[in-house]
C-alpha cells in the first residue's frame, strides 16, 4: 500500500501559450505575470501537504528552471486530451503504488490545506471527491483506485463537465463527495474577483 500522492497539472510559463482567453482581454504579458503567481501560490499552498507530489507539465523546458523543484518530482503530460493525459497520469502513479490520489491545476487561488486534508480523509468513505468549479468544471478530482471511466465522454473545457462527471459516478455505481465551490481564474472576471477579493 503506497502513500497519498498529489499530482499537479501545469503548463510551462510562455508567452502567449497560457490562460489564452485572459490573454485577450489584458495580453500576453500581463497574463504571463499572473500565470507566475498561480503557480506560485500553487506550490505555497502544497508545499505544507502531506502528500508525494508529482508535477506533471505540458512539455520539457530547458532554458529556465521548473517552478516547483524542491520536494517534487516532475514528469511529462502525454499526448491527447485533457482526460487521456489525466487518465493516464493516474494509471502511471497508480502502478508506482498510492493510496489515494488527488490531482489540481494551477488557476485555483481558493485552495486551503483544509480543502486538501477533507479530500484525502472523504476517500475514506467514499470512491471519488470533486472539488466543483463555480464555471461547470472542476478543480479537483481525487480517487482511491484507478477509475478510468471518469475521463470518459467527458466534453473538457464546457460547462458540462462537472455534471457528466457526477452522472458518471452514479451511473457506475460509486460514492462520491462534493468539496466546497471554487472560483477558477480564467478570465478578466475571474481575475478581478480574485484581486478585489469580492
Not at 506560485?40 to 512539455?59: G, L, M, P, Q, R
Not at 516547483?68 to 516532475?74: A, L, P, S
Amino acid at each position: 500500500m503506497g502513500k497519498n500522492k498529489l499530482i499537479i497539472f501545469a503548463k510551462q510559463p510562455k508567452l502567449g501559450k497560457v490562460k489564452t482567453r485572459l490573454a485577450s482581454t489584458i495580453g500576453d504579458e500581463k497574463t504571463l505575470k499572473i500565470y507566475f503567481e498561480l503557480l506560485e501560490f500553487t506550490k505555497n499552498v502544497t508545499s505544507v501537504i502531506d502528500a508525494e507530489k508529482i508535477v506533471y507539465w505540458d512539455e520539457l523546458r530547458d532554458d529556465h528552471p521548473n517552478e516547483f523543484e524542491f520536494g517534487y518530482q516532475n514528469r511529462i503530460q502525454t499526448t491527447g486530451e485533457l482526460g487521456f493525459k489525466m487518465e493516464n497520469a493516474f494509471q502511471n502513479e497508480f502502478n508506482l503504488s498510492a493510496r489515494k490520489i488527488v490531482i489540481i491545476g494551477t488557476d485555483c487561488p481558493y485552495l486551503t490545506k483544509d480543502i486538501f486534508e477533507v479530500a484525502y480523509s472523504e476517500l475514506d468513505h467514499v470512491d471519488f471527491v470533486v472539488g466543483p468549479a463555480l464555471d461547470g468544471g472542476y478543480y479537483l478530482l481525487g480517487m482511491k483506485e484507478f477509475s478510468p471511466f471518469i475521463f470518459h465522454s467527458i466534453p473538457w473545457s464546457t460547462k458540462d463537465v462537472l455534471s457528466l462527471t457526477i452522472e458518471s459516478i452514479k451511473k457506475n455505481n460509486k460514492t462520491f463527495t462534493l468539496l466546497k465551490e471554487l472560483s477558477d481564474i480564467d478570465d478578466i472576471n475571474d481575475l478581478e474577483q480574485w484581486k478585489t477579493g469580492i
